[in-house]
């Protein structure tokens, strides 16, 4: 079993920055593509971002674009997003996801077999 856990949400104002960190429990994390997706309020559950197990190949929505980084330690199995430049629109539950599979890195929800419970990040105009 894989257990994820994330951190590091919280209110900021627009324009500002946020680090949000998800930490892996579990056997052979290197090997999981990763991703991070966000629910705002009244939305569905959308694709931020993504990164293969090796760290190579990072997607973005188009949304987040130029705006958000993610990366991944595979020697601390953790998984980091930078966002910066944010707006109110990035308000949201954003959620640290593990894929089903190695061989693609998914964009769809159910590409994805594991999940944290979330955490709030509230951007203010």
């Known amino acids: 079993q894989v257990q994820l856990v994330e951190s590091g949400g919280g209110l900021v104002q627009a324009g500002g920055s946020l680090r949000l960190s998800c930490a892996v429990f579990?056997?052979?994390?290197?090997?999981?593509?990763m991703g991070w997706f966000r629910q705002g309020p009244g939305k569905e559950r959308e694709f931020v971002a993504a990164?293969?197990?090796?760290?190579?190949?990072?997607d973005y929505a188009d949304s987040v674009k130029g705006r958000f980084t993610i990366s991944r330690d595979n020697a601390k199995n953790m998984v980091y997003l930078q966002m910066n430049s944010l707006k109110p629109e990035d308000t949201a539950v954003y959620y640290c996801?593990?894929?089903?599979?190695?061989?693609?890195?998914?964009?769809?929800?159910?590409?994805?077999?594991?999940w944290g419970q979330g955490t709030q990040v509230t951007v203010s105009s």
């Open positions: 990164i293969s197990w090796s760290g190579g190949n990072p």
């Open positions: 996801a593990a894929a089903r599979y190695s061989g693609y890195v998914p964009r769809t929800f159910d590409g994805y077999a594991y």
């Open positions: 579990g056997r052979s994390f290197s090997s999981y593509n």
